[in-house]
């Protein structure tokens, strides 16, 4: 699991990580805070010229074969484990 962004908070309540912590998954993160305000200019310039008019303009679009919420994650990964799908398969986290 890579962690690019928090915009809606870093705090996640009643998330167990015990199922993380049994596969010794990693879980990185990452800030551009501590990054000099150059990078980040250049940074969000790259974006804006070369990966947002992709967006936009939908010659770049994601794949999404399913979505399950945190609670179904055993679901998901059954279907992870099966590898008959293509796209990705997202599970989300909510602060509920």
Do not use: C
């Not at 908070?9 to 998330?15: D, P």
């Not at 939908?58 to 609670?71: A, N």
């Not at 055993?74 to 484990?81: S, T, V």
């Amino acid at each position: 699991m890579s962690l690019q962004g928090t915009m809606g908070g870093a705090v996640v309540e009643k998330v167990n990580l015990g199922p993380v912590l049994f596969k010794r998954l990693r879980i990185e993160g990452s800030a551009l805070r501590s990054r000099s305000l150059e990078y980040q200019r250049t940074l969000s310039q790259t974006f804006q010229t070369h990966v947002l008019p992709m967006i936009e303009n939908k010659s770049v679009q994601w794949h999404i074969f399913k979505e399950f919420d945190w609670e179904n994650i055993k679901n998901a990964h059954r279907l992870m484990e099966q590898a008959q799908f293509t796209g990705k398969i997202v599970v989300k986290v909510s602060h509920e």
